[in-house]
């Protein structure tokens, strides 16, 4: 069992592990909803992760880190929206290319920016977003440093499940994006640019998947590794299967999965006799049973995900 202490660990680090994944399946949501699927996120994540750091890094300012990361990458979800919008190129193959670019692309610039030119002399660790004091709130024991104790990109997060819920369910542009996802060619004989709307959607998402990145180089941990997103690009696809395309259910999925990352922790700094390499399964593990047991109840994606769209 966990004494207050330990279960107060649990839950802030259930919290900021939930939020670059949270963050990237918002944006997903918003490109598949629309009928875009795209698998690259790992890749556009990984390198607004390398732009935010090496932004804040040369700054010295993170704000700068994060404008960096997602131009980044709404350059590279541009590349990708190109050739899967506008040349009709397959979505699944493109988005793999575009993991694979990022992955390596990410590598070497950090090598060349960073290896042997003197700007890693005092170490690897950049400036980061600090941790938000709210009056009051945020003295409260327990409750304070459970719900009032994060930085900005947490409760950015949490405020864009509320503005997407809302414009996806309330809003002419929110039923523009389910047309265009669910009937393009009924949307665009109703005067819907699909092209236009596609266009947008993914644009949107690939603000999200930077920012996703740079939280984790510059409000998680202060620092860059490569391949540092390790697989949560995939995660947060599977938060999305999970949430049924929903910013509400993605809150929830990506809650469940930053309990199994924080779970994972807890287990590696405990005297648990079971070997690391099978406590650092437990995400995908839990990744894996919650696909297939919302498998089981049929979750239908939009019907033109992943199709692209002709004009006739």
């Known amino acids: 069992m966990l004494d207050n202490g330990q279960l107060t660990d649990f839950i802030t680090a259930t919290v900021r592990m939930a939020t670059p994944l949270l963050i990237a399946s918002l944006g997903l949501v918003v490109s598949e909803r629309s009928g875009m699927m795209n698998i690259g996120v790992e890749g556009v994540m990984l390198m607004g992760a390398f732009a935010g750091y090496t932004g804040a890094k040369l700054s010295g300012n993170y704000w700068i880190g994060i404008l960096l990361a997602v131009l980044v990458s709404v350059f590279i979800i541009s590349i990708f929206a190109v050739s899967t919008i506008t040349y009709k190129a397959k979505q699944v193959i493109v988005g793999a290319a575009v993991n ?29 977003f600090p941790n938000l004091h709210i009056p009051i709130l945020s003295d409260i024991p327990v409750l304070g440093a459970v719900f009032f104790n994060y930085n900005v990109l947490v409760y950015f997060a949490l405020i864009m499940v509320a503005v997407l819920w809302i414009v996806i369910r309330k809003t002419s542009l929110g039923i523009m994006i389910i047309a265009v996802g669910e009937h393009p060619k009924a949307a665009d004989s109703l005067g819907i640019n699909v092209i236009l709307v596609r266009y947008l959607a993914t644009i949107f998402s690939g603000v999200m998947f930077g920012i996703a990145g740079a939280y984790l180089s ?18 947060a696809m599977a938060v999305v299967i999970l949430g049924k395309w929903n910013p509400v259910g993605a809150l929830a999925g990506a809650l469940l999965f930053g309990g199994a990352n924080a779970l994972q922790l807890i287990f590696q700094i ?35 995900l992943g199709v692209p769209y002709e004009k006739s």
């Open 218 to 235: 510059i409000a998680q941990a202060a620092a860059f590794g490569e391949n540092m997103t390790a697989g949560r690009g995939f995660i």
């Open 100 to 128: 694979l670019f990022c992955a390596g692309l990410s590598s070497f610039l950090y090598r060349l920016i960073f290896y042997g030119t003197g700007r890693l002399n005092k170490g690897v660790a950049t400036v980061s």
């Open 270 to 304: 405990s005297l648990v006799a079971i070997p690391k390499n099978i406590i650092m399964m437990v995400p995908y593990v839990a990744t894996v049973i919650a696909v297939l047991a919302v498998s089981r109840n049929k979750v239908t994606s939009p019907t033109a």
